[in-house]
């Protein structure tokens, strides 16, 4: 695997680009966003399926539900927050209860825009966007990951939100198609299970390296669908382990973790230890010390898991 | 345009509304007021302008009707019922558990509805994006939206109304079923939206300014806009809140009406001396 990082944005509007060119129902929808969502050759090479619409988020997610219906497959890329929050009755109704073949993807999702404040974080759409029924959630981990879920994404025939970030991301797994509610057992352990989602991935494997060394044999689960989230893997890695810690860039309350307790507390309750931000306005500053603030770089991460094994 | 044919449309409107008053029957209670004012409108689009099969509601070629403002679903009910859509029987579910004519309309529930609307300001971007669609698909289908005067604050519908005029989607046309009234009272009370068509013309779009209840400058006005090109089009139709039952028209208590045993038998006396008197 390549030690390079990539651009999660670029990742995922180049595999667009390469989907779109053998189905051409693909249309891509911009609110001033699609440059910035790495749709530069989409655009040029099919400029009449690229609709711009300038910044118009309420306004692009009917439009999309709309062009849904004369078999279009609309895809729309901006801030998360302005793809989740700001429409979210148009998301509800138009994308969820119509139950329309409309891809939204959040990008710069989580804390990512980390410099540019509380307004362009995203850490409550998992739990938001989980509430309207029949919509999938996707949360890739690395660039190839990425890749695959667009390919998965855009066969899939349904409402779909996926989050990806904006920082720039390592390879951490082998290519491989993406299966839609299939949680990955990176590592199989049983003194504790990591499960987590997206880019922090890279983090909590860093971080179960370190466990490594100290002693410990951690499981670590990687989870990029977050809505069907995958149960059978849950309920093996709480009888296996006793003891789940999950980590997720989003608010601890609504996401990951809650959907992990969730299906925890109707299969086989266990102790669950959340990683998170805590549900207030994040702060600002660069990414890496945001999340160093909030425990979620691998030294934060050992050190609630090795407080958790021990209590 | 003959005038039998005018005729005949007012004899369906009139049987259309006394569907409506079935479905409140029924039920108990409904959006009456709304859905007699734009009855007129319906009833021309489904019966004489839309392309449209019962037998086959989703044929790609179909025009598409968008109730924007969903709780006059009744009419739109109605409409779909006479023109055979489903069996008249399903108009006396109305209200119940289940129900495949829910209190806004349901896609997935009902042949012949194409969007789910009642959360208002929702359907003029549904309909710009179905709009756009058919015209890359060369389609030549059409898009009515009917929209209640009392929902144009809501700012959605001006992302929509720029972004139909920006793409010229002269396949879009657009009724404001202008009753004047909402639940609160006078519209232009509540919230005053007026010039309405000097606003939608404005952000581009081509318009005209009728009386929403009268068939033939319904009819008429449509013809004339069909044939403009390269804009969208807004119809500022002048309507009379609970048109066709008398006690209710132009008053804003009949917005939702829960009928007593003698306003129901007054309204339906009434619509059945107009349906009797236009069948001779």
Known sequence: MSKELRD????????VFEAAKTNEDIV?????????????????????RYFEFGIMEQGVV???????????????????????????????NDIGYMRQNVKIVGRNGGISYSDLGATHHSLEDF??????????ILSPQDPSEIENAVKAMLDYNGPVYMRIGNQSIPELFESKPFEIGKGNLIRDGQD?????????????????KVLEDKGYNPMVIGMPTINPIDEELIEYAARKTGKIVTVEEHYIPGGLGSIVSEVCSKTFPVHIKMLGVPKTYA??????EILEFYGLDAK???????????? | MESQKIKSLEKTAAKCRRKVVRMIE???AGHMGGALSCMDIVTALYFHFMNIDPKNPKMPERDRFILSAGHKCMAQYAALAEKGFFPEEILDTYGSLHSKIPGHPDMHKLPGVEANTGALGHGLSIATGMALGLKQNNMGSKVYVVMGDGELPEGSNWEAAAAAAHYGLDNLVVFVDNNGLQISGKTAEVMNMDPIGERFRAFGWETAAIDGNNMEEIVKTIEYLNTKKGRPKAIIAHTIKGKGISFAEDNYKYHYWKPNKDELEKAINELDAVIKEETK
């Open chain 1, 62 to 92: 009917g439009v999309a539900s709309g062009l849904a219906t004369t078999g279009k497959i609309p895809v729309f890329c901006a801030i998360a927050p302005f793809v989740t929050s700001r429409p979210y009755e148009m998301f509800r």
């Open chain 1, 192 to 208: 504790v299970a990591i499960i987590s989602t997206g880019s922090l991935t890279a983090n909590v494997l860093d971080a179960a």
């Open chain 1, 127 to 136: 739990a938001i966007i989980r509430m309207i029924p029949d919509v999938v």
């Open chain 1, 8 to 15: 999660p944005r670029k990742t995922f509007g180049s595999a």
């Open chain 2, 26 to 28: 029924a039920s108990g």
């Open chain 1, 28 to 48: 891509v929808l911009s609110a001033d966003s699609g440059g910035s969502s790495g749709f530069g050759e989409f655009k040029s090479t099919y400029p009449d």
């Open chain 1, 283 to 288: 702060t600002s500053g660069p990414y890496n």
């Open chain 1, 300 to 311: 934060g991460i050992v050190n609630s898991v090795v407080d958790f094994i021990n209590k």
